[in-house]
């Protein structure tokens, strides 16, 4: 039985901004082209996701339900910067480490962490390190499960911040809180689909 761990940038891009500039932190600020020029807006902090704002939102759109909106220019060096920080620390508890994107990675602790709640223990130093190395604005949310599916479905479970192990023997049940839409690779269109053949949760999925 492999302990697999998904680790995931909350608000990645928007963060790294906050965490570089206090006076962003505390605002609604979406990162995207220049500033007041037509763009899409990349990433939102949360305190502009609670307004309304969302990923791939014109910037004239999310200033129309956002108006006090602050655009920032992406920083590419930045991120990349943060990522290979994320994944140094990564490799000091594990030997196998698979980046997915520049937020994201898998990780397997089963040799490290030897059991579950050894694997708690280590996504807990993870996290510690994140703020010490990092910083407290950047922020992770950490799946633990038996695979890379279950993994990447619980670190979505909660955010930002999160920390959600799905064992073997919880799995049936975890997967009936879901929603379509929480499976990677299920989006809008698949979801209509779906819905049309009368199937609206994972449970009912499960027993077609």
Known sequence: MRIIMHVDFNAF???VEQQANPAL????????????KPS??????????????????STREAQRVCPDLMMVSGDPRKY????????????????R???????????????TAQDWMGAVGVALCIREAVTKEI??????????ASNTLMAKMASDAEKPNGLTMVRPED?????????LQDIPGIGP?????????GIFSVAQLRTQ
């Open 189 to 197: 269109r698949i979801v209509r689909h779906l819905e049309g053949l």
């Open 25 to 36: 932190r505390g605002r609604a600020i979406g990162v995207g082209g220049k500033p007041h």
């Open 13 to 15: 891009f928007a963060s």
């Open 135 to 144: 910083g407290p604005y950047v922020t992770i949310s950490i799946g633990i």
């Open 171 to 179: 799995q049936e049940a975890f997967l009936n809180t879901r929603s």
């Open 40 to 57: 899409v807006v990349t990433t939102a902090s949360y305190e502009a996701k609670r307004r309304g704002v969302k990923t791939a939102m």
């Open 97 to 111: 480490v698979a980046q997915t994107s520049i937020d994201e990675a898998y990780v397997d602790v089963t040799d």
């Open 80 to 95: 990349s910067q943060m990522t290979d920080r994320l994944l140094s620390i990564l490799h000091r508890y594990a030997t």
